[in-house]
Protein backbone atom coordinates (compact mmCIF):
# COMPACT_ATOMS: atom_id res chain seq x y z
CA UNK A 1 0.00 0.00 0.00
CA UNK A 2 1.50 3.20 -0.71
CA UNK A 3 4.11 4.75 2.33
CA UNK A 4 6.07 6.88 -0.60
CA UNK A 5 4.97 8.60 -3.65
CA UNK A 6 6.64 10.88 -5.86
CA UNK A 7 5.38 14.03 -7.84
CA UNK A 8 7.67 15.72 -10.89
CA UNK A 9 5.14 17.12 -13.17
CA UNK A 10 4.54 20.91 -12.96
CA UNK A 11 0.80 21.32 -10.53
CA UNK A 12 0.02 23.81 -13.72
CA UNK A 13 -0.16 21.03 -15.74
CA UNK A 14 -2.13 18.76 -13.55
CA UNK A 15 -4.07 21.77 -13.16
CA UNK A 16 -4.81 21.95 -16.88
CA UNK A 17 -5.33 17.76 -16.83
CA UNK A 18 -7.99 18.34 -14.29
CA UNK A 19 -9.37 21.31 -16.03
CA UNK A 20 -9.21 23.44 -12.84
CA UNK A 21 -7.76 26.36 -11.43
CA UNK A 22 -3.82 25.54 -10.85
CA UNK A 23 -2.69 26.08 -7.33
CA UNK A 24 0.84 27.52 -6.18
CA UNK A 25 3.49 25.97 -7.90
CA UNK A 26 5.60 23.02 -6.02
CA UNK A 27 8.99 21.49 -6.34
CA UNK A 28 9.78 18.13 -8.09
CA UNK A 29 9.33 15.92 -5.08
CA UNK A 30 10.87 12.18 -6.11
CA UNK A 31 10.29 10.96 -2.10
CA UNK A 32 7.05 12.21 -0.60
CA UNK A 33 7.22 10.76 3.08
CA UNK A 34 4.22 10.29 5.72
CA UNK A 35 4.07 13.89 7.82
CA UNK A 36 5.07 16.18 5.29
CA UNK A 37 2.13 18.42 3.66
CA UNK A 38 1.04 17.18 0.25
CA UNK A 39 -1.19 19.17 -2.57
CA UNK A 40 -4.69 17.53 -2.29
CA UNK A 41 -7.82 18.65 -4.64
CA UNK A 42 -10.82 19.32 -2.53
CA UNK A 43 -14.75 20.37 -3.28
CA UNK A 44 -12.97 24.05 -2.35
CA UNK A 45 -9.59 23.37 -4.93
CA UNK A 46 -6.17 22.80 -3.95
CA UNK A 47 -5.13 22.43 -0.59
CA UNK A 48 -2.42 21.75 1.51
CA UNK A 49 -2.64 19.04 4.34
CA UNK A 50 -0.25 16.94 6.13
CA UNK A 51 0.00 13.20 4.96
CA UNK A 52 -0.95 11.10 8.19
CA UNK A 53 -4.65 11.68 9.89
CA UNK A 54 -4.22 11.99 13.88
CA UNK A 55 -8.07 10.96 14.68
CA UNK A 56 -8.14 12.81 18.52
CA UNK A 57 -10.62 11.99 20.71
CA UNK A 58 -12.30 9.38 19.05
CA UNK A 59 -12.64 5.43 20.91
CA UNK A 60 -11.92 2.42 19.05
CA UNK A 61 -14.63 -0.87 19.75
CA UNK A 62 -13.24 -1.05 23.27
CA UNK A 63 -13.36 2.41 24.32
CA UNK A 64 -9.88 3.29 24.04
CA UNK A 65 -8.53 6.37 22.41
CA UNK A 66 -6.98 6.26 18.85
CA UNK A 67 -4.39 8.22 18.93
CA UNK A 68 -2.00 6.72 16.20
CA UNK A 69 -1.17 8.49 12.87
CA UNK A 70 -3.51 6.62 10.33
CA UNK A 71 -1.59 7.58 6.40
CA UNK A 72 -4.06 4.38 4.94
CA UNK A 73 -7.33 3.72 5.59
CA UNK A 74 -8.75 0.25 4.15
CA UNK A 75 -11.87 1.05 1.50
CA UNK A 76 -13.18 -2.18 3.01
CA UNK A 77 -13.65 -0.31 6.70
CA UNK A 78 -13.09 3.51 6.22
CA UNK A 79 -16.99 4.23 6.55
CA UNK A 80 -17.62 2.12 9.90
CA UNK A 81 -14.65 2.40 11.86
CA UNK A 82 -15.23 5.32 14.54
CA UNK A 83 -11.45 6.90 13.86
CA UNK A 84 -12.92 8.13 10.42
CA UNK A 85 -16.29 9.39 11.64
CA UNK A 86 -17.10 12.76 10.24
CA UNK A 87 -14.12 12.76 7.83
CA UNK A 88 -14.39 14.65 4.59
CA UNK A 89 -13.32 13.42 1.13
CA UNK A 90 -10.59 14.87 -1.45
CA UNK A 91 -8.14 13.54 -3.94
CA UNK A 92 -4.49 13.47 -4.17
CA UNK A 93 -3.12 13.77 -7.37
CA UNK A 94 0.46 11.94 -7.83
CA UNK A 95 2.86 10.25 -10.77
CA UNK A 96 3.18 7.73 -8.92
CA UNK A 97 4.38 5.32 -5.58
CA UNK A 98 7.03 3.30 -4.34
CA UNK A 99 6.68 -0.58 -3.25
CA UNK A 100 9.57 -2.46 -1.49
CA UNK A 101 9.95 -6.45 -2.00
CA UNK A 102 12.47 -8.81 -0.47
CA UNK A 103 14.15 -9.29 3.19
CA UNK A 104 15.05 -6.65 5.43
CA UNK A 105 18.80 -4.67 3.84
CA UNK A 106 18.29 -6.74 1.20
CA UNK A 107 14.90 -4.75 -0.24
CA UNK A 108 14.27 -3.85 -3.96
CA UNK A 109 12.36 -0.61 -4.63
CA UNK A 110 9.79 -0.49 -7.45
CA UNK A 111 8.16 2.59 -8.75
CA UNK A 112 4.64 2.47 -9.95
CA UNK A 113 3.10 4.88 -12.32
CA UNK A 114 0.85 5.60 -15.21
CA UNK A 115 0.72 6.75 -18.65
CA UNK A 116 -0.58 10.07 -16.98
CA UNK A 117 -1.08 11.19 -13.51
CA UNK A 118 -2.22 8.95 -11.44
CA UNK A 119 -5.47 10.00 -8.86
CA UNK A 120 -5.80 8.73 -5.56
CA UNK A 121 -8.95 8.67 -3.37
CA UNK A 122 -8.44 10.19 0.07
CA UNK A 123 -10.06 10.85 3.35
CA UNK A 124 -9.19 14.04 5.01
CA UNK A 125 -9.72 15.82 8.76
CA UNK A 126 -8.76 18.58 10.57
CA UNK A 127 -6.57 18.33 13.75
CA UNK A 128 -6.27 20.62 16.65
CA UNK A 129 -2.75 20.96 18.11
CA UNK A 130 -1.84 22.03 21.32
CA UNK A 131 -2.27 25.43 21.33
CA UNK A 132 -5.13 25.47 19.40
CA UNK A 133 -3.23 25.21 15.73
CA UNK A 134 -5.22 24.10 13.28
CA UNK A 135 -3.53 21.13 10.70
CA UNK A 136 -5.38 20.01 7.58
CA UNK A 137 -4.85 16.05 7.20
CA UNK A 138 -5.50 13.50 4.71
CA UNK A 139 -4.88 9.75 4.08
CA UNK A 140 -4.97 7.59 1.75
CA UNK A 141 -7.91 4.79 0.90
CA UNK A 142 -6.45 1.33 -0.37
CA UNK A 143 -7.68 -1.73 -1.43
CA UNK A 144 -7.41 -5.34 -2.73
CA UNK A 145 -4.32 -5.11 -5.64
CA UNK A 146 -4.93 -5.73 -9.11
CA UNK A 147 -2.78 -7.85 -11.38
CA UNK A 148 -0.03 -5.49 -12.09
CA UNK A 149 0.48 -4.85 -7.82
CA UNK A 150 -0.45 -8.34 -6.64
CA UNK A 151 3.50 -9.75 -6.83
CA UNK A 152 4.74 -6.59 -5.38
CA UNK A 153 2.29 -5.82 -2.15
CA UNK A 154 -1.28 -6.98 -1.09
CA UNK A 155 -2.49 -3.70 -0.78
CA UNK A 156 -2.88 -0.76 -3.63
CA UNK A 157 -4.23 2.60 -3.10
CA UNK A 158 -7.73 3.56 -4.56
CA UNK A 159 -7.33 5.47 -8.03
CA UNK A 160 -10.14 6.92 -9.86
CA UNK A 161 -10.73 8.29 -13.39
CA UNK A 162 -10.91 11.84 -13.95
CA UNK A 163 -14.96 11.88 -14.29
CA UNK A 164 -15.05 10.37 -10.90
CA UNK A 165 -13.50 12.83 -8.77
CA UNK A 166 -16.67 15.34 -7.89
CA UNK A 167 -18.30 11.81 -7.03
CA UNK A 168 -15.89 11.08 -4.70
CA UNK A 169 -15.36 14.50 -2.75
CA UNK A 170 -19.36 15.14 -3.07
CA UNK A 171 -21.45 11.83 -3.18
CA UNK A 172 -22.72 9.63 -0.29
CA UNK A 173 -21.13 6.46 1.20
CA UNK A 174 -22.96 4.71 -1.03
CA UNK A 175 -22.29 6.47 -4.58
CA UNK A 176 -18.82 6.47 -3.80
CA UNK A 177 -18.62 2.54 -2.90
CA UNK A 178 -18.25 1.20 -6.25
CA UNK A 179 -15.68 3.37 -7.05
CA UNK A 180 -13.11 1.74 -4.19
CA UNK A 181 -12.49 -1.10 -6.24
CA UNK A 182 -8.43 -2.15 -7.90
CA UNK A 183 -7.82 -0.83 -10.75
CA UNK A 184 -8.00 -2.10 -13.94
CA UNK A 185 -4.93 -4.45 -14.64
CA UNK A 186 -2.55 -3.43 -17.08
CA UNK A 187 -2.64 0.44 -17.00
CA UNK A 188 0.30 1.07 -14.68
CA UNK A 189 4.19 0.75 -15.16
CA UNK A 190 6.43 -1.08 -12.76
CA UNK A 191 10.18 -0.65 -12.77
CA UNK A 192 13.00 -0.36 -10.42
CA UNK A 193 13.45 2.47 -8.44
CA UNK A 194 17.34 2.22 -7.21
CA UNK A 195 18.01 5.57 -8.79
CA UNK A 196 16.08 7.43 -6.02
CA UNK A 197 17.72 9.33 -3.10
CA UNK A 198 15.44 7.93 0.12
CA UNK A 199 16.66 10.70 2.38
CA UNK A 200 16.27 13.98 -0.53
CA UNK A 201 12.83 15.56 -1.03
Same mark, same amino acid.
Given at each position: ???? !? !?????? %????????????????????????????????????????????????? %?????????????????? !????????? &?? *?????? &????????????? %??????????? !??????????? &???????? *??????????????????????????? %????????????????????????????????????
Amino acid at each position: MPGR !F !FLTTPM %AEIAAWMEVDAPAEEPPRQNIQPGQEIVCFTDNGFQRMRWGIIPVGRVN %ARGRPVMETIINARSETV !FDKSAFDGV &GR *AVVILD &GWYEWTGEKRRKT %AWRLFGPEPLI !FAAITDEWTAP &GGLKVPQV *AMVTCEPNADVAPIHHRMGVLLRREDV %ALWILGNKEDVAPLMVPWPNGLLRIEEAGDVDWSGP
